[in-house]
């Protein structure tokens, strides 16, 4: 089966070469990031990577096997999408995304038919499957493989992968309500009143007072009820986890800084979709 499966992956990169050959051609001198801007047809994903801050990363030694989204694949998001996460405060998102495309290692096509899943440096999963002919990489087809890089390889994919913390938050995927919009925008409001009040008190030295007003403003929000992504709800419970084991008042107040700041994070996101439908 696997040999069945290798000649279709052969397949597709000789039907797909003439999009990369002059690439391929020059793999042993580039590594990922200049193959890729090389190849013409992934101006958004190096533009994702800058704004991640993840292009030294990829021109490192390595080596890595990054699943390549088209700019057309990135068009193809809901309308606003990559205008969002190419925002700074974004940059969370954003680098959880990338990261889900790209596994440790140099894995060719021979190797990945013999997979059922590999293990991402954003810490999760990626299905592979082998519907019919072609090769999939969760619900994204393979459509050019094996394009080598002197520190990796890249295979070319047709959609924008999401890691699973991403699919798990429902609120995304529809419409944000009146309801979400308000409650959104209560939190908000509620965390960087936390934060602007605890800042400039912790700059005089009273962290502890810090570390309360922010403990405070989470378990607000919390016990609040509000229609919130799941995302900016588990960045506050696992703040407040955080927090609760930590003695030190100035590392207890930066462990709910993060906590508010990653909610925040959620928060902007889910509200820049508002508009989108």
Not at 92 to 109: K, S, W
Not at 196 to 223: C, H, K, M, Q, W
Request: zero cysteines; hydrophobic letters at 45%; proline letters at 5%.
């Amino acid at each position: 089966m696997h040999r069945s499966l290798l000649s279709a992956l052969t397949g597709l990169a000789l039907v797909g070469g003439s999009l990369l050959a002059p690439v391929a051609a020059s793999a042993q001198h580039d590594d990922i990031v200049e193959t890729a801007v090389a190849a013409g047809s992934f101006g958004t994903l190096a533009a994702a990577l800058e704004a991640a801050g993840l292009v030294a990363t990829l021109k490192g030694e390595g080596p890595f096997t990054v699943f390549a989204p088209t700019d057309e694949a990135f068009a193809a998001l809901p309308e606003g999408t990559v205008e969002s996460l190419l925002r700074p405060e974004n940059r969370e998102t954003l680098t959880a995304i990338l990261t889900y495309h790209v596994v440790p290692g140099r894995v060719t096509a021979e190797q990945v038919v013999a997979l059922d899943a590999a293990t991402t440096v954003n810490g999760a999963d990626v299905r592979i499957t082998t519907p019919g002919s072609g090769v999939k990489v969760n619900d994204a087809n393979v459509i050019t493989t094996d394009v080598m890089a002197s520190n990796g390889v890249i295979h070319v994919i047709d959609a924008v992968l999401l890691p699973p913390e991403a699919m798990s938050d429902r609120s995304a995927e529809r419409p944000m309500s009146r309801r979400d919009a308000r409650d959104a925008q209560r939190a908000r409001d509620l965390l960087m009143l936390a934060i602007d009040r605890g800042v400039p008190l912790f700059n005089d030295g009273f962290a502890a007072g810090t570390a309360g007003i922010y403990e405070v403003a989470a378990r607000s929000v919390l016990a609040a009820e509000f229609s919130l992504p799941s995302r900016a709800e588990r960045a506050l419970e696992a703040g407040l986890e955080d927090g609760a084991r930590i003695h030190d008042p100035a590392d207890r107040a930066w462990a709910y800084r993060r906590a508010l700041d990653r909610a925040l994070d959620a928060l902007d996101a889910r509200m820049a979709l508002r508009d989108r439908h």
